[in-house]
């Protein structure tokens, strides 16, 4: 979430006015987190905001990073009427997300067109005139449902990207034909299953790794739905999904290891300019992880997970504190504790 506040401490920031109920200026964000923490520079480095994260990006090496981009890229100033919260960011702070080596970005979710259809074509030509690939919103339905490709020298990697209702995606926002929007579920009935196959057997050739990149359910809690796991089970046993990755929850939420392959329910955020905020305590929205999945991917096995925990402070990702992994470790736990058998562990730190 790198528009609104975060977005007011880099180098080509949008304006700060606001449409909320209490605020109306960005930065009062900047304010309130600073008050939390300390003095934050203005017109930071493009490679600020990952802080610790870069020194374990460069330890772990990843072949692909792939990140839910919550935020329109855009300088429209309208906004989408009745929205409420509309977050941006400056097409020229992409730079930001090309200083952490930022390789796709799925833009199926409840801020992509904040600021109307204008912010959302920006964010898609923005994205391209930055060479980050992108799924899930498009200028047509097809755009929108088609994957993000990226290759490997061990094969190719397709990640699809939707979005559901109950994640607080207005029904107009939905891709038609010759409309731009995002790829928006309907449900998670069979029938939705049998749609999101045909989509991906569009796309799909032998070997090929395929992620969902799924934008579901509220902000706060630990509660999955029933209806979320059948999905879930469904993506993998008839679409043949290796991996999915849930998005929406503010803070991480449980994770399931299925027929060997991955599902991260809610991976939380990353980035945000919540800090200072007060509401939901209880959830250490603060904390953040990083998910590392090695696999194989012909045919696909599921090697290993290994997690890192940070913390954001002044609008910085910071390694955590020793009894901060230990509550997040344990909480993690309790809330995977339905999904994780024995034959599986992932390691935190």
Not at 78 to 86: E, L
Not at 254 to 283: S, W
Not at 305 to 317: I, N, P, T, V
Request: glycine share 8%; hydrophobic share 40%.
């Amino acid at each position: 979430m790198t528009g609104r506040g975060i977005d007011q401490i880099l180098h080509h920031s949008v304006s700060p006015e606001l449409y909320e109920g209490y605020v109306k200026d960005a930065r009062d964000y900047v304010l309130l987190a600073e008050k939390m923490n300390g003095k934050i520079a203005r017109k930071v480095a493009d490679d600020y905001i990952w802080g610790a994260a870069l020194e374990i990006w460069r330890a772990e090496a990843p072949d692909l990073k792939i990140i839910n981009l919550e935020t329109a890229v855009t300088t429209s100033d309208t906004p989408m009427i009745g929205k409420g919260i509309n977050y941006r960011m400056h097409p020229e702070n992409l730079s930001v997300l090309k200083s952490a080596g930022i390789d796709i970005c799925t833009l199926a979710n409840n801020h992509v067109l904040d600021w109307g259809v204008e912010g959302l074509v920006e964010t898609i030509s923005s994205l391209k005139k930055f060479q980050i690939a992108h799924s899930g919103a498009g200028k047509t339905l097809e755009e929108a449902q088609a994957p993000a490709v990226f290759e490997t020298p061990a094969g190719r990697v397709l990640t699809f990207s939707m979005c559901l209702e109950s994640s607080g995606v207005p029904w107009s926002w939905e891709a038609k034909e010759h409309i731009p929007g995002v790829h928006l579920l309907y449900s998670l009935k069979d029938s939705q299953i049998k749609e999101v196959r045909q989509i991906i057997e569009r796309y799909r050739r032998p070997g090929d790794l395929v992620i969902v990149s799924i934008h579901w359910s509220g902000n706060w809690g630990y509660e999955i739905p029933q209806a979320q796991i059948n999905f879930a089970h469904k993506l993998i046993d008839e679409a043949n999904v290796d991996i999915i990755h849930g998005h929406s929850s503010h803070h991480p939420k449980g994770i399931e290891i299925y027929q060997n392959r991955l599902i991260l329910y809610g991976c939380g955020d990353f980035i945000n300019d919540y800090e200072g905020i007060h509401g939901y305590d209880q959830y250490r929205g603060d904390l953040t992880l990083m998910y590392f999945v090695e696999c194989t991917l012909r045919p696909f096995r599921l090697v290993s997970l290994s997690l890192k925990c940070l913390q954001m402070k002044r609008f910085k990702l910071c390694l955590a504190q020793p009894s901060d992994v230990k509550w997040m470790n344990e909480t993690l736990k309790k809330v995977s504790s339905l999904f994780l058998n024995s034959s599986f562990r992932y390691t935190l730190d």
